[in-house]
């Protein structure tokens, strides 16, 4: 029997999981991009946003089996195959053998990694804000290997090939998203 999810239940489940305040921030900016990706393509936001929210639901607690725990976790709470399968597939090739084949999936897969790149990128701005961050800075941080170096950047280019995007688009839309929640993510800055 599946169950029906809403975010409050998937918060919940995430809290129980979780306590790691930057890893909540990346969860939420995250979900935030799954959702204005889910907006964009005409898809369910509330079910790509869930998805995102929980996407690293068993890192902090089982680093070593990440992705790979999440399966027994979601089971054990009755979640849909669909969301446990998405979840999986963002860690394909480098601690999961699950391939994103769905939209949601290789969107997941794509920006997980590039959240990361651009939350370094906007807090080494004067403003300290994703909200007057461009692409250009991101593009310019992207090709110093040092800056935010467990960012991995072939990922993201990978994702945005089966995406059938230009990397510039990811990145400008994966900004937009996360500017909806520049507040709650601690990148509104000082402007």
């Given at each position: 029997?599946?169950?029906?999810?809403?975010?409050?239940?998937?918060?919940?489940?995430?809290?129980?999981?979780?306590?790691?305040?930057?890893?909540?921030?990346?969860?939420?900016?995250?979900?935030?991009?799954?959702?204005?990706?889910?907006?964009?393509?005409?898809?369910?936001?509330?079910?790509?946003?869930?998805?995102?929210?929980?996407?690293?639901?068993?890192?902090?607690?089982?680093?070593?089996?990440?992705?790979?725990?999440?399966?027994?976790?979601?089971?054990?709470?009755?979640?849909?195959?669909?969301?446990?399968?998405?979840?999986?597939?963002?860690?394909?090739?480098?601690?999961?053998?699950?391939?994103?084949?769905?939209?949601?999936?290789?969107?997941l897969y794509t920006i997980d990694e590039l959240t990361g790149l651009i939350t370094a990128a906007a807090l080494v701005r004067p403003s300290k804000s994703v909200l007057d961050l461009e692409v250009k800075s991101v593009k310019?941080?992207?090709?110093?290997?040092a800056f935010a170096a467990g960012v991995n950047r072939e990922v993201i280019e990978k994702g945005a090939a089966r995406l059938g995007m230009a990397l510039d688009e990811v990145i400008k839309e994966t900004i937009a998203g996360m500017r909806k929640v520049a507040a709650e993510i601690g990148l509104q800055g000082n402007l």
């Open positions: 029997m599946t169950k029906t999810i809403n975010r409050e239940a998937a918060l919940a489940l995430y809290k129980k999981y979780n306590q790691d305040e930057s890893l909540f921030r990346h969860a939420l900016a995250v979900e935030a991009v799954m959702r204005h990706f889910a907006a964009l393509f005409g898809e369910d936001e509330e079910k790509w946003g869930i998805i995102g929210l929980i996407h690293d639901l068993d890192y902090e607690r089982y680093p070593d089996q990440h992705c790979i725990k999440v399966r027994e976790i979601l089971t054990g709470e009755g979640w849909p195959e669909e969301y446990i399968r998405a979840v999986q597939s963002h860690g394909w090739g480098i601690c999961s053998d699950v391939e994103p084949v769905e939209r949601m999936e290789n969107v310019k941080k992207w090709k110093d290997k």
